[in-house]
């Protein structure tokens, strides 16, 4: 009888604990001015930080990961090799300008850029011309909806590539996915990766060596947890933002890896109130992580 009792103690105090962590996300949003969804998972846990799961927000560069993840497979396929040489056109710049340490380098194009330094200026540096030179190799975005759908990750859909986004505001929302998805996909590779060890680590090491997004999922955790994330964010029009984004993988003390993703949307806040909304979440989620048990 002992027992029943402390095995209903302890569950209550998790349900506790999980509705908790749920209104602290929740507080932390309001101060968006938007629209925030999120969602985070860990290994044999209940720990829920659910805010708006299945919500379909603009992924802006977020959707750099899933592009990588499909790359990599047609690597493994036989269809793609990472040291191939691939044309940078002059048709695909995006102008007059955009983020891409690529273009800037060779603003006329026409040079061969190998694969793997597509992929890593994708994902590392958020560079948009790479990703859409990679993404014209691949056959274009539907190629990389049909693959993530194909691994079990549903709530994801890629309609357009960064030039797209950058000539039609509305295109935006044509991308999206769903926190659930997210996170889905970032257990995927991280607990049951479809890709082979290696590949799978290159993937999470360009992660981890992203130059962007530091105030945000890695903004207020302790100075050396390793974080490997996808940011991804939009421009502001009439004091409005329109995505302000981060999803990763939180190395924890003991080991584990926090699987979180946070999406701010139509914010009116400034850029600091909206990394710091993203840090302040992954913090509470980290926080209760490492109070629960293996």
């Not at 380098?105 to 994902?123: A, M, T, W």
């Not at 044509?174 to 060890?197: G, H, K, M």
Request: glycine share 6%; aromatic share 4%; hydrophobic share 40%.
């Amino acid at each position: 009888m002992h027992r029943i009792a402390l095995t209903l103690l302890l569950f209550s105090s998790s349900l506790f604990a999980q509705t908790t962590l749920q209104q602290q996300v929740r507080a932390i949003a309001a101060d968006a001015h938007g629209k925030v969804s999120a969602s985070c998972s860990l290994p044999n846990s209940p720990l829920n930080c659910d805010l708006d799961p299945h919500a379909r927000p603009p992924m802006q560069s977020v959707f750099k990961f899933p592009l990588a993840i499909t790359t990599l497979h047609l690597v493994e396929q036989g269809t793609l090799s990472l040291d191939q040489p691939v044309r940078f056109l002059p048709s695909d710049r995006i102008l007059p300008h955009t983020h891409s340490p690529l273009q800037d380098k060779f603003p006329q194009g026409n040079v061969d850029i190998p694969l793997r330094e597509l992929l890593h200026l994708s994902i590392s540096e958020s560079d948009n011309v790479a990703t859409d030179i990679v993404l014209r190799l691949i056959s274009g975005p539907s190629i990389v909806t049909s693959y993530i759908n194909s691994i079990g990750v549903s709530g994801f859909h890629l309609e357009d590539g960064e030039a797209g986004l950058a000539r039609d505001l509305k295109a935006q929302y044509r991308n999206w996915l769903e926190p659930a998805a997210a996170v889905q996909s970032l257990r995927r590779i991280s607990d049951n990766s479809p890709l082979t060890p290696e590949h799978t680590q290159t993937l999470l090491d360009w992660m981890k060596n992203s130059s962007s997004g530091l105030d945000r999922i890695k903004g207020d955790l302790p100075a050396g947890t390793i974080v490997m994330h996808k940011t991804g964010t939009s421009g502001t029009r009439n004091g409005v933002t329109f995505a302000t984004n981060d999803i990763g993988l939180i190395t924890l003390p003991d080991g584990r890896r926090l699987a979180i993703a946070v999406f701010v949307t139509d914010s009116s806040a400034n850029e600091d109130t909206r990394d710091a909304v993203i840090a302040r979440i992954a913090k509470a989620a980290y926080d209760q992580a490492v109070r629960t048990n293996p």
